[in-house]
């Protein structure tokens, strides 16, 4: 079958022409295509809906202009250009935008093509990032991405080796890339993300990440500069990044935090120290967590105050529902305003929605998590081993916002 001519006149909407051939079993053997919407608002929903809504973005909105031409032989695609005039797309979900998508982007299934792609700025999950123009070549059916800067929260995300194999012969969209971020305002993205005002900067380097199958696998790992010490993620892996329910796993290593600073942030009270732990296994979902195995405890450090207000004492008594046990009791403790301790430690297991807790040392059912020092002498000991996760998680935002009634045993 030969169709030599084909022509498509939707107006502004798209206004196209094209001449193709079938092969005797009826698939598509040879096609040349000019293509052309000036509006793509409603372009999109007529004709782009179906395709997007597969891969959970067929809620995004877009705007500007596009033209495309196309060459396809033997049943492969040879080559594509298209062109965005001011393209504008957002996600009314708020997990990306980018305004003014502008320039050419070249595919080439034989000899080399460049071009470049560039937007003005946008937003990834609440994060700013600025103007950027992306160098790209394509060769033998794929695009290539040397190395590109992005401005993102006051510091710098570097996109290096990025390479693109588009859908063929069976085979899905496969991206291979690596990430470096360096100085990154982690102040400004704990706002984005709706986390309390955490000061620090972020930096780390990706090697490299592979997106296949709708998830993204990443080799390496991010540092954290955060409350004079480091956070250290790893095992990094995202699926379904732009559609439904996506999912994050990680392991978090934290190391040398300030904890005079960092419960000063949370609302908390006050401890003075320095807090070491991990989070092994974390797993959100729709960026909720659903499973990780927590463990913090203070850290020996040499010269630094072990203090606990009773501010904190009474917030860490009604988040986990603990008792408290001194030497001195009733009223008599009330007259303080902070206590020695020797050590802090308390631990999390998730899973179904329970937390399982721990702490420094166990005794039956009980389990301390502050041992006290010095007089007057407090400790903070739990009796109650599995919690209702979303209860505990009520807890720490009600202790947070000091609506926690302070209560002496």
């Not at 794929?142 to 588009?166: K, M």
């Not at 790992?221 to 329910?245: C, K, M």
């Not at 902070?338 to 059912?365: D, K, P, T």
Request: hydrophobic share 45%.
């Amino acid at each position: 079958w030969v169709l030599p001519r084909i022509v498509w006149d939707d107006g502004a909407v798209l206004t196209a022409s094209a001449q193709a051939a079938l092969d005797a079993e009826g698939n598509l053997d040879r096609l040349s295509l000019q293509a052309r919407s000036d509006d793509l608002a409603p372009f999109k929903p007529r004709y782009l809906s179906g395709w997007m809504g597969l891969v959970g973005l067929g809620g995004v909105d877009l705007h500007g202009g596009l033209s495309v031409q196309a060459q396809v032989q033997d049943g492969r695609l040879q080559t594509l250009a298209a062109d965005l005039r001011q393209v504008d797309v957002r996600d009314p979900a708020g997990r990306f935008v980018f305004d003014h998508l502008q320039g050419d982007l070249r595919y080439s299934a034989g000899v080399p093509v460049a071009s470049v792609l560039q937007w003005q700025g946008g937003r990834l999950y609440g994060l700013k990032f600025g103007a950027t123009a992306l160098p790209i070549t394509s060769a033998g059916g794929v695009l290539a991405l040397p190395q590109a800067a992005v401005p993102l929260s006051g510091g710098r995300l570097t996109l290096r080796d990025a390479v693109i194999r588009p859908p063929r012969d069976g085979d899905g969209l496969e991206i291979y890339f690596g990430l470096r971020l360096d100085d990154v305002d982690f102040g400004q993205v704990a706002q984005a993300l709706g986390l309390p005002p955490f000061q620090g900067r972020l930096q780390g380097d990706i090697p490299r990440a592979h997106y296949a199958q709708d998830r993204i696998a990443f080799e390496g790992g991010l540092q954290l500069g955060l409350f004079e010490g480091e956070v250290t993620f790893s095992s990094l892996a995202l699926e379904r990044p732009f559609g439904t329910a996506p999912s994050l796993s990680a392991d978090i290593a934290l190391r040398g935090l300030d904890l005079l600073r960092l419960t000063e942030v949370l609302g908390f009270g006050s401890i003075s120290g320095r807090l070491d732990g991990r989070i092994d296994g974390l797993r959100l979902v729709d960026w909720t967590p659903v499973a990780f195995d927590a463990w913090l405890a203070t850290a020996d450090a040499p010269g630094v105050r072990r203090r606990i207000s009773q501010r904190a004492v009474q917030d860490i008594g009604r988040v986990g529902g603990v008792s408290l046990v001194q030497t001195l009791q009733g009223r008599l403790i009330a007259l303080f305003q902070e206590f020695g301790y020797r050590r802090i430690g308390i631990g999390c297991r998730l899973e179904n929605q329970i937390c399982a807790m721990s702490g420094l040392h166990s005794e039956g059912n009980a389990f301390t998590i502050v041992e006290g020092q010095g007089l007057p002498r407090l400790d903070v000991v739990g009796h109650n081993r599995a919690v209702d996760w979303p209860t505990l998680v009520e807890r720490l935002m009600a202790a947070g916002k000091g609506d926690t009634a302070p209560v002496i045993h």
